[in-house]
């Protein structure tokens, strides 16, 4: 059977409990799209333009750091949310995101998505308390994964032996 977008936009966890009406402002601005193994969804330094609603597989979110390859922030899975830089345009990607594996997503336009929660308040107001957690997490995943890669030798070992 074929599912539309709405019915896989209406599933996913971002959207879980808010407006019935939500999925169908979101799908307006929504495609299906499948990336390969190592292809890239973001690129750093890019125009923020879309975010993915992952639906299966899994994505690396990495930033670059001099002299080494990229550095792995966190790997986000199906129910997760890729890229929030253009909730405040006109930002592009701070980071990059890799497909892992195979990857099916929903990719939300979104200039589009801004001028419905404009026209919709409510709508608005909710769909960022959502990426607003998501950017919380986001930061705090960053957070270990820098305390962890700039810790000094043995500070890695916690408690008592």
């Not at 890019?46 to 080494?68: C, K, N, S, W």
């Not at 990229?70 to 990059?96: A, C, Q």
């Amino acid at each position: 059977m074929i599912r539309s977008v709405e019915e896989l936009v209406a599933e996913h966890p971002l959207l879980s409990g808010l407006p019935v009406d939500a999925a169908p402002l979101v799908a307006g601005c929504a495609r299906l799209e499948r990336f390969e193994p190592g292809q890239l969804l973001l690129r750093e330094g890019e125009e923020a333009d879309t975010f993915y609603l992952v639906r299966q597989g899994t994505v690396r979110i990495e930033v670059h750091t001099p002299g080494r390859s990229p550095l792995v922030i966190e790997t986000v899975g199906p129910g997760k949310v890729v890229g929030w830089s253009w909730l405040l345009p006109p930002l592009p990607w701070g980071f990059d995101a890799r497909a892992a594996g195979p990857v099916a997503a929903i990719a939300v336009d979104t200039a589009c998505l801004r001028a419905k929660a404009e026209t919709d308040p409510a709508f608005g107001y909710a769909l960022l308390q959502r990426l607003s957690t998501l950017l919380l997490e986001r930061l705090q995943a960053t957070r270990i994964r820098l305390l962890d890669l700039y810790a000094p030798p043995g500070a890695r070992d916690h408690g008592p032996r």
